[in-house]
């Protein structure tokens, strides 16, 4: 009988073996390209969402200052705290321009349902508490929010600012303090970033006023006012949690982180952190200002020097800079001397204005400067009215309305009668010379003064003829328009020789009436009525004639330029960085805009 053998239908180890290895490497070559691409979605993802959220943030920051009043001057530099190498704590580590705080105009919600109630027309209430109410009068949820009407500012403050995403100052889990979630020693998804918070809130508001502010502030800005400017606001240990609770996020806060810091040894402590989003007064370089009026040029004078300029911007911070140039020109066309009026000086110890030369050689096209000096006192005129009488310019700085005002009162006269005025005429003197004119030359003879301002002592025709009088100024004139002459009635009557303002005549025209006058802007000539018989009353309740005016001394080619920040508009720029937790790497998206604040009044 046959007996056939047994076989073993199992693998051997070896087998085993060498299929698995084979599987290994068959599915590694299939899944290895499969994981990339889940890993190049989720990168792309990040990017793709941090695109969004520096969009979606730049729009909101840009519709709140654009709607803003007004800047608080106190925005810019906030302190974080950063951990130290040793884990001993924190330090505070200052980062400029990461805070900006603004003031909205005030909202109320308006009901536009085309039923509400004729008997109850009114359809704007305030908000309150809820971000969107319903019509209190209708119930309709068809309304909208809009600015109340005249503007008016609000009593809240809106902040935008960059701070830790925990802000807890006795937290350990995580750890206080910034941790870059993306840094060599931090796992993916850990760290503390800093993110980029608004928060809408009410000066006063108690839970936000720290004790632990710096004392010499409390003294100098009081209790509200130095919380307000508190670079550590939001780490304070009274505080910190009632800022959490009103701060909201802009963007997604779990994929954020908007410092890099700056570390210039290895395994030391972080020197510094740069703000990727920040928040800067738009500076404006050689802005070159256009001329406006003060007064109404009469139309007699079409040609009138602008006696104020007006820069692209108003509201500038300290520090801004003005300077007049005046060209003078040879004989061939060619500018041989370009004259320097350089506003110097701090504004408060000293503010002045500077002359420099800058004297051009033709020949070898080279220029040499000389500085003259101090040609007008700012502080010293705003303080007491006092202008050297060979000021060859003069003007004074509106700062919040970006102007540079060349319309300057001269100083009241100290002759009798004067009473605060910058020129008293003397009705009596005036009608003795032209008598005496009258008898020399009848068709000649004009009833006329000169303002103070130009008298030099010089003339023997006019009052003064032996010394100048006490505002005498060299080099002005007088604004077209700026002057008010206050003098007696001339007409018969009850009120005749009473206080009455009289009227200005287009020069052209020739003599003035009764009550009227006429004025040489150049010249500072004053002209009454010449017809024989209408003398200026003297026997009257009124006994002089006072005039008031301003004067400038710029002329028309003058050029005005302008150096200055302004905080009536904004530059954001808007560093968004996300990061990708499984790969710990920052995607950047980087935006920068302008933002105009229409509603700052000039």
Same mark, same amino acid.
């Given at each position: 009988?046959?007996?056939?053998?047994?076989?073993?239908?199992?693998?051997?180890?070896?087998?085993?073996?060498?299929?698995?290895?084979?599987?290994?490497?068959?599915?590694?070559?299939?899944?290895?390209?499969?994981?990339?691409?889940?890993?190049?979605?989720?990168?792309a993802?990040?990017?793709?969402?941090?695109?969004?959220?520096?969009?979606?943030?730049?729009?909101?920051?840009?519709?709140?200052?654009?709607?803003?009043?007004?800047?608080?001057?106190?925005?810019?530099?906030?302190?974080?705290?950063?951990?130290?190498?040793?884990?001993?704590?924190?330090?505070?580590?200052k980062?400029?321009?990461?805070?900006?705080?603004?003031?909205?105009?005030?909202?109320?919600?308006?009901?536009?349902?085309?039923?509400?109630?004729?008997?109850?027309?009114?359809?704007?209430?305030?908000?309150?508490?809820?971000?969107?109410?319903?019509?209190?009068?209708?119930?309709?949820?068809?309304?909208?929010?809009?600015?109340?009407?005249?503007?008016?500012?609000?009593?809240?403050?809106?902040?935008?600012?960059?701070?830790?995403?925990?802000?807890?100052?006795?937290?350990?889990?995580?750890k206080?303090?910034?941790?870059?979630?993306?840094?060599?020693?931090?796992e993916?998804?850990?760290?503390?970033?800093?993110?980029?918070?608004?928060?809408?809130?009410?000066?006063s508001?108690?839970?936000?006023?720290?004790?632990?502010?710096?004392?010499?502030?409390?003294?100098?800005?009081?209790?509200?006012?130095?919380?307000?400017?508190?670079?550590k606001?939001? /780490?304070?240990?009274?505080?910190?949690?009632?800022?959490?609770?009103?701060?909201?996020?802009?963007?997604?806060?779990?994929?954020?982180?908007?410092?890099?810091?700056?570390?210039?040894?290895?395994?030391?402590?972080?020197?510094?952190?740069?703000?990727?989003?920040?928040?800067?007064?738009?500076?404006?370089?050689?802005?070159?200002?256009?001329?406006?009026?003060?007064?109404?040029?009469?139309?007699?004078?079409?040609?009138?020097?602008?006696?104020?300029?007006?820069?692209?911007?108003?509201?500038?911070?300290?520090?801004?800079?003005?300077?007049?140039?005046?060209?003078?020109?040879?004989?061939?066309?060619?500018v041989?001397?370009?004259t320097?009026?350089?506003?110097?000086?701090?504004?408060?110890?000293?503010?002045?204005?500077?002359k420099?030369?800058?004297?051009?050689?033709?020949?070898?096209?080279?220029?040499?400067?000389?500085?003259?000096?101090?040609?007008?006192?700012?502080?010293?005129?705003?303080t007491?009215?006092?202008?050297?009488?060979?000021?060859?310019?003069?003007?004074?700085?509106?700062?919040?309305?970006?102007?540079?005002?060349?319309?300057?009162?001269?100083?009241?006269?100290?002759?009798?009668?004067?009473?605060?005025?910058?020129?008293?005429?003397?009705?009596s003197?005036?009608?003795?010379?032209?008598?005496?004119?009258?008898?020399?030359?009848?068709?000649?003879?004009?009833?006329?003064?000169?303002?103070?301002?130009?008298?030099?002592?010089?003339?023997?025709?006019?009052?003064?003829?032996?010394?100048a009088?006490?505002?005498?100024?060299?080099?002005?004139?007088?604004?077209?328009?700026?002057?008010?002459?206050?003098?007696?009635?001339?007409? #018969?009557?009850?009120?005749?020789?009473?206080?009455?303002?009289?009227?200005?005549?287009?020069?052209?025209?020739?003599?003035?009436?009764?009550?009227?006058?006429?004025?040489? /802007?150049?010249?500072?000539?004053?002209?009454?009525?010449?017809?024989?018989?209408?003398?200026?009353?003297?026997?009257?309740?009124?006994?002089?004639?006072?005039?008031?005016?301003?004067?400038?001394?710029?002329?028309?080619?003058?050029?005005?330029?302008?150096?200055? #920040?302004?905080?009536?508009?904004?530059?954001?720029?808007?560093?968004?960085?996300?990061?990708?937790?499984?790969?710990?790497?920052?995607?950047?998206?980087?935006?920068?805009?302008?933002?105009?604040?229409?509603?700052?009044?000039?």
């Open positions: 009988m046959y007996k056939g053998t047994t076989h073993n239908l199992g693998f051997t180890l070896i087998e085993l073996l060498v299929v698995i290895a084979i599987s290994m490497i068959l599915m590694g070559l299939v899944l290895y390209p499969v994981a990339q691409s889940f890993k190049m979605t989720r990168s993802q990040a990017m793709v969402e941090s695109q969004d959220a520096a969009r979606q943030g730049m729009e909101q920051i840009s519709r709140d200052l654009g709607e803003a009043m007004d800047v608080i001057d106190y925005t810019g530099e906030i302190e974080i705290p950063v951990l130290k190498a040793d884990d001993s704590g924190v330090d505070y580590i980062v400029p321009d990461a805070k900006i705080d603004f003031i909205l105009p005030k909202m109320v919600v308006h009901c536009n349902n085309p039923d509400h109630p004729e008997d109850t027309p009114e359809r704007d209430f305030a908000r309150g508490d809820e971000a969107l109410p319903a019509c209190p009068v209708c119930g309709s949820t068809d309304v909208e929010v809009r600015p109340k009407l005249p503007l008016e500012q609000d009593t809240k403050v809106v902040r935008y600012f960059l701070g830790l995403q925990y802000n807890d100052p006795n937290g350990t889990d995580p206080f303090g910034w941790l870059s979630p993306w840094g060599d020693n931090v993916a998804g850990e760290g503390n970033p800093v993110v980029l918070y608004r928060v809408e809130f009410d000066p508001d108690t839970t936000l006023l720290s004790s632990q502010v710096d004392a010499a502030d409390v003294t100098e800005y009081g209790e509200v006012g130095a919380n307000l400017r508190d670079p606001f939001f /780490y304070r240990s009274d505080t910190w949690q009632a800022w959490r609770n009103k701060a909201r996020v802009v963007g997604v806060a779990k994929y954020q982180d908007l410092v890099d810091g700056v570390n210039n040894d290895e395994d030391k402590d972080w020197d510094e952190l740069t703000p990727c989003v920040t928040f800067k007064y738009k500076t404006v370089d050689n802005d070159t200002l256009s001329g406006t009026y003060s007064t109404d040029k009469s139309f007699e004078y079409p040609d009138a020097v602008p006696a104020v300029y007006r820069a692209q911007y108003g509201y500038w911070m300290p520090g801004y800079g003005v300077s007049v140039y005046r060209y003078t020109y040879d004989g061939d066309g060619n041989s001397l370009v320097a009026y350089m506003l110097s000086g701090d504004g408060s110890t000293s503010f002045v204005v500077d420099v030369e800058y004297a051009h050689n033709i020949t070898d096209d080279t220029w040499t400067s000389s500085d003259i000096g101090t040609t007008f006192n700012i502080l010293q005129y705003l007491d009215g006092t202008i050297n009488s060979n000021a060859e310019m003069a003007f004074t700085i509106d700062r919040y309305r970006g102007q540079v005002r060349f319309d300057i009162v001269p100083e009241a006269s100290t002759e009798t009668g004067a009473n605060g005025y910058v020129c008293v005429l003397n009705p003197t005036i009608n003795s010379r032209f008598k005496t004119n009258y008898t020399d030359d009848r068709g000649a003879a004009r009833r006329y003064d000169i303002l103070s301002t130009f008298d030099d002592g010089t003339d023997d025709a006019v009052r003064h003829a032996a010394t009088s006490n505002n005498y100024l060299a080099n002005a004139t007088v604004v077209p328009g700026s002057e008010r002459v206050i003098g007696p009635n001339m007409i #018969s009557g009850t009120n005749h020789g009473k206080e009455i303002m009289y009227q200005r005549v287009p020069y052209s025209l020739g003599d003035p009436g009764q009550n009227q006058y006429r004025i040489d /802007y150049d010249n500072g000539y004053i002209f009454f009525s010449s017809v024989y018989g209408q003398d200026l009353p003297v026997d009257g309740d009124y006994e002089y004639i006072h005039v008031n005016y301003k004067v400038h001394f710029n002329r028309e080619d003058d050029v005005v330029r302008g150096n200055y #920040s302004t905080k009536a508009a904004v530059v954001v720029h808007l560093g968004m960085r996300m990061y990708d937790p499984d790969a710990a790497k920052p995607h950047s998206v980087d935006l920068s805009n302008t933002i105009v604040l229409r509603n700052m009044q000039r």
